[in-house]
């Protein structure tokens, strides 16, 4: 059983390999696909800035709309307790 921390240090090593070649390929394929899409017609990155732009423009948009409605809403509901005390008062007064 002497041979076994060594044959384990052999197979530890050749997974050390495998994992920094598979490294090097990811980091190789990565720098590609950068290079590619920085390289394209208009660039992908800029593409995507401008589709991401318009997408929280119309969320803004959106979000003015909801805080108007919500606006309106709450000054609908001070209408209503209004209206609902004046009827007690006067349910009371008679």
């Known amino acids: 059983m002497a041979?076994?921390?060594?044959?384990?240090?052999?197979?530890?090593?050749a997974a050390i390999g495998r994992l920094e070649r598979a490294l090097a390929v990811l980091d190789s394929r990565v720098s590609e696909l950068s290079g590619r899409a920085e390289g394209s017609e208009g660039?992908?990155?800029?593409?995507?800035?401008?589709?991401?732009?318009?997408?929280?423009?119309a969320s803004r948009a959106r979000e003015r709309a909801l805080e108007d409605a919500g606006v309106a809403s709450a000054q609908a509901l001070d209408r209503a307790i209004a209206t609902v005390r004046q009827a007690l008062n006067q349910a009371e007064e008679a």
């Not at 041979?3 to 090593?13: H, K, R, T």
């Not at 660039?43 to 800035?49: A, P, S, T």
């Open 3 to 13: 041979d076994g921390p060594q044959d384990g240090g052999g197979v530890l090593e």
């Open 43 to 57: 660039g992908l990155f800029d593409v995507d800035r401008s589709q991401l732009a318009a997408e929280l423009d």
